[in-house]
């Protein structure tokens, strides 16, 4: 069995942008992509970016036992395919997971050697900002993340790890030692 990271924090915290300088930081690691019900981005491609699936298909592989995990978020459903952590587990390859809380406390459940880090930002006014600066959500879309941001932010105590995302170099380089320090 390999490692898994699972890495939450609420949305326009800067998770993608952390997890990609983690990468190029820590090559080995490789990213789970989840299945999501949510229309795609300007530039997010199928099974690269997401698995896109409809909801019905969505909800007969959640019937199939399919998922490892899975949440409702922001009226999308969003899970990691147990395919993602097993063909990665069955190499001994390293896997993060970028999921948000519901999911996070069900791996915990199911996978409690799985390392949990949280991602904070350094003032909650900071996740109106980037997501109005990211400019891939409408504003409607951008008032329900930062409502449910507030749950998320409460939630930080239940991680092993906090780290918080104000100068990405920085954050990015504390997030790497993190999992070089449980890679071993
Ligand atoms: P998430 O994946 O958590 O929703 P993103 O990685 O998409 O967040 O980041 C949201 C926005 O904030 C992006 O436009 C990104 O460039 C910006 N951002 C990320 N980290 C920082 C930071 N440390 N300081 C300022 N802006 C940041
Ligand atoms: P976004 O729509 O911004 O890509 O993602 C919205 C939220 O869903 C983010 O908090 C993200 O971490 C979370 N998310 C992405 N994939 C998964 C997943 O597989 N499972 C769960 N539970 N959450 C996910």
């Known amino acids: 069995m390999s490692a898994v990271f699972v890495i939450t924090g609420p949305s326009g915290v800067g998770k993608g942008t952390l997890i990609r300088e983690l990468r190029e930081l820590v090559p080995e690691l490789e990213l789970s992509t989840s299945a999501t019900t949510r229309g795609r981005r300007a530039g997010e ?106 749950e998320e932010l409460a939630a930080r105590d239940e991680f092993g790890h906090t780290v918080v995302n104000d100068e990405i170099d920085r954050a990015a380089a504390e997030l790497a030692a993190i999992v070089r320090g449980e890679l071993g």
Do not use: C, K, W
Not at 122 to 139: F, N, V
């Open 45 to 150: 491609v199928d099974d690269v970016d997401y698995h896109f699936l409809e909801r019905d298909e969505f909800d007969r592989r959640v019937a199939a036992g399919d998922f490892l995990e899975h949440a409702t978020y922001s009226g999308n459903r969003y899970g990691t395919l147990r395919t993602e952590v097993e063909e990665r587990n069955a190499r001994g390859a390293p896997v993060v997971l970028e999921i948000e809380l519901q999911g996070a406390r069900q791996v915990r459940g199911t996978m409690p050697e799985a390392v949990q880090i949280f991602i904070a930002p350094p003032d909650p006014a900071d996740l109106r900002r980037r997501l109005e600066g990211r400019g891939t959500d409408d504003p409607e879309t951008i008032e329900a993340r930062l409502a449910v941001a507030e």
